[in-house]
Each structure stands twice: as C-alpha cells, then as structure tokens.
C-alpha cells in the first residue's frame, strides 16, 4: 500500500510531538492519577543556612508533578524521641515561610513521634523533630504532620468533576486491594496539575504506585 508524502510528514510530525511532551487530552473518564509522596523536608531559609550554612541555596535535581515544585539534591536525617534517626530524607524546594516534615504513621513509629493529619502547611500545634544537617541541627518546636490525602486539580478540572476548593470527596481506589479512601481534600489552583498525592503507607495498603488511576465514589 502507497503512503503518500504528506501523510508520512503528518505521521511525524505526530510522533514528534508526542517525544517533546504534547498537551495530554483533558480528563473525559473522570480518572485521577495517583502520585506516591515519600517521607520528605520543606525548609524556610533560615533554616537552610542552618543546616547547610550561611548563604546556601537548594540544588534543584527533578521537577515535581506540580509545577515550581522539585526535588533537591539534599537529604538530611530526623530526629525524634525514640534517637533512631531516619538518614537520607529529600528536601523539596522551594524555600517556605516556615520548615515542615511529612512522614508516614509507619515512620511516626520508628521516631516516637505523634503528628497529626494535616493539610500541607498546617503545622500548629502539630508535632515536635529535630532535622540533622551538615552544618548544624534544627530543633522544630513544631512542623511534623502526616499529610492528608488530597487531589490537586485546575479549575477546569474542578469544573469537570462538580467540585470546588476545600470540598472533600470519597475515592474508590480498583487496586490489588480494593478500598474506599474517605474525607480527600480538594484542592484547587490554576497551575495544578490533576494528581492525587497519598503516602506510602495508603499506596502499599492498598498495592497501587505512582500513575494509579483511582475514581471519585459517585
């Protein structure tokens, strides 16, 4: 069978397009992709010079899901009560207002320590680490949560799935555990990316991974 010209230029030019990263479809099947947030450190940049010294700046390593969002090439160990430290935890860049640490339950056992489930950011009043670098130690009075579950999303998204900022929703999660993830945060801004971010105890429970697409319960 004959190709003409034009429709193998139109082929490539399709299949150049999909290499450097072409707009994705919009959501038409009301699927979520899951994203897996490991143990990680947001620092303030008081805190930073603390640990790294006087004048220091994040090493930027991989962009995140969200964008102005990455991954840095500092990791440092916490600290908590029970002194069984937990080496190797990224920091996340950017720099905050104020220095938090997101764990899972399972590592709130290994460090004796007892945070809360909260929303990104809201740290008062939540738990006490200690934060090891290279250069000296940060004691947080407080700053350690379990982040919530929670799905980010673009107006338009929050358009599509009848929801606005703040709602929360239940997820049917079709794993290789099946399960229902009750009370998700909605949370919506006009740079997000759709993803809804877990830990890696939700993730292991109920044996999904990164790009997992779970579905709002209707």
Avoid at 62 to 79: D, F, N
Avoid at 115 to 124: A, F, T
Avoid at 185 to 206: C, G, P, S, W
């Amino acid at each position: 069978m004959d190709i003409s010209k034009e429709k193998i230029a139109e082929m490539v030019r399709r299949a150049l397009l999909e290499i450097d990263g072409a707009p994705k479809k919009e959501n038409t099947d009301g699927g979520i992709p899951i994203g897996v947030s490991n143990r990680h450190i947001h620092l303030s940049q008081d805190d930073l010079e603390t640990l790294f010294g006087k004048g220091y700046e994040l090493t930027p390593i991989k962009e995140l899901s969200q964008p102005g969002q990455y991954a840095c090439k500092e990791l440092l160990t916490i600290i908590g009560p029970s002194m069984r430290p937990i080496e190797n935890v990224r920091v996340l860049g950017p720099v905050r207002k104020s220095s938090q640490v997101e764990i899972s339950a399972t590592d709130s056992y290994v460090l004796k320590v007892k945070p809360p489930v909260r929303e990104s950011g809201n740290i008062k009043g939540s738990a006490p680490i200690r934060i090891v670098g290279p250069k000296g130690i940060v004691e947080l009075s407080e700053g350690c949560i379990i982040a919530n579950r929670h799905i980010h999303m673009s107006p338009s998204d929050a358009q599509t799935f009848g929801v606005v900022d703040g709602d929360y929703v239940d997820i049917d999660v079709d794993g290789k555990r099946r399960t229902r993830w009750f009370d998700v945060q909605i949370r919506v801004h006009k740079d997000f990316r759709l993803e809804m971010h877990v830990d890696t105890d939700d993730a292991n429970a109920a044996g999904i991974g990164n790009g997992f697409i779970v579905r709002i319960a209707r």
